[in-house]
């Protein structure tokens, strides 16, 4: 099992939908991060939490550490939010590494 | 620079020669990374440097991969002796504290084996 865990894998969505992916991880960490990867490989970082939520235009991410569950919702999707959306935590203890999940494919169509 | 540079874009390689790809990180960032993406596969750390302490290497997969951080900005990582499967995405990023300080990935550099 991996220590990171993303559902679904793919998502197929219309434009102006509501999006949610879900993020779930089994190890003590010190922050989650969520990323957003575009076809031709470019990185861009979403968020990074440890606690509570965090807003940044139409994109939510909201951390229950309790629960070790993260969610990235997408408000008012468009088309140009299409990507590989992946989630990556910080293990207690490793100040360099990352754990990935595989990440959740987003295509939202008109 | 405004943004972390990785050099070629694209890299072809007969197996078995060596190849040095290139992280110009965004100045000032004392941290940097490189993690790897393989075909389908999730990312995969490699190295980390913060400083000038002792770099982790524990990601690294095999003694043919090797990196240096030269003045604490331009990194390279080298790969001796090539195979298929080093073909991958290496990606690098670059951040101010490490982690907790959010960072920004470079576009990577496509790495093909042949």
């Known amino acids: 099992k991996n220590e990171v865990e993303q559902s679904p894998q793919n998502l197929t969505a219309q434009e102006g939908e509501f999006i949610t992916i879900n993020c779930s991880y089994s190890?003590?960490?010190?922050?989650l991060h969520w990323l957003q990867q575009h076809p031709g490989g470019g990185i861009v970082s979403l968020f990074m939490?440890?606690?509570g939520k965090k807003k940044h235009g139409r994109l939510i991410a909201t951390i229950n550490i309790q629960e070790k569950h993260s969610s990235l919702h997408i408000t008012a999707s468009h088309p140009r939010d299409s990507a590989v959306y992946i989630c990556?935590?910080?293990?207690?203890?490793?100040?360099?590494?990352?754990?990935f999940g595989t990440g959740t494919r987003l295509q939202v169509t008109l | 620079g405004a943004g972390v540079s990785q050099s070629p874009s694209n890299k072809v390689t007969e197996k078995g020669k060596d190849v040095e790809l290139r992280c110009d990180p965004i100045?000032?960032?004392?941290?940097l990374y490189w993690y790897r993406q393989s075909l389908g596969q999730g990312l995969e750390f490699l190295i980390y440097?913060?400083?000038?302490?002792?770099?982790?290497k524990s990601g690294l997969p095999s003694d043919r991969f090797s990196a240096e951080r030269t003045g604490g900005s331009v990194s390279t990582l080298t790969i001796q002796r090539t195979q298929q499967e080093d073909s991958a995405v290496y990606l690098c990023?670059?951040?101010?504290?490490?982690?907790?300080?959010?960072?920004?990935f470079g576009s990577g550099t496509r790495l093909t084996v042949v």
């Open positions: 440097f913060q400083g000038n302490s002792a770099p982790d």
């Open positions: 100045s000032g960032h004392t941290a």
């Open positions: 939490l440890s606690s």
């Open positions: 190890v003590g960490i010190s922050a």
């Open positions: 990556a935590v910080s293990p207690l203890g490793t100040a360099s590494k990352l754990t």
């Open positions: 990023a670059s951040s101010l504290w490490g982690l907790l300080g959010g960072y920004t």
